[in-house]
């Protein structure tokens, strides 16, 4: 995901603040978001550790997009989970 215009991006963790000033560019490796700034070369945030993702200049699409994209990448691993713990044919003999 690139947002456009000079909008600095702010990710909270456990472990403080980290801002990335434009051009922001990043993605999801499996359960990790991985972002890189004017201001800082790529960093990896694995998703069970942020906290909070906050773009000062709010446009309502793009928003919406890594919102999105952030809950389908929180919800697979929960799914994965449900879907091995499902009972076998085996448990209803």
């Known amino acids: 995901v690139e947002i456009k215009g000079k909008t600095p991006v702010t990710i909270t ?49 793009k928003t919406m997009l890594v919102y999105t994209l952030v809950s389908i990448a929180l919800c697979i691993p929960l799914f994965i989970w449900i879907g091995s713990s499902s009972p076998s044919d085996s448990d209803y003999k």
């Open 13 to 61: 963790t456990h472990q403080g603040k980290y801002v990335f000033a434009h051009p922001t560019i990043s993605r999801l490796d499996g359960d990790t978001l991985v972002i890189a700034g004017g201001n800082r070369g790529s960093v990896a945030f694995p998703l069970n550790t942020i906290q909070k993702t906050e773009v000062e200049q709010y446009n309502w699409g």
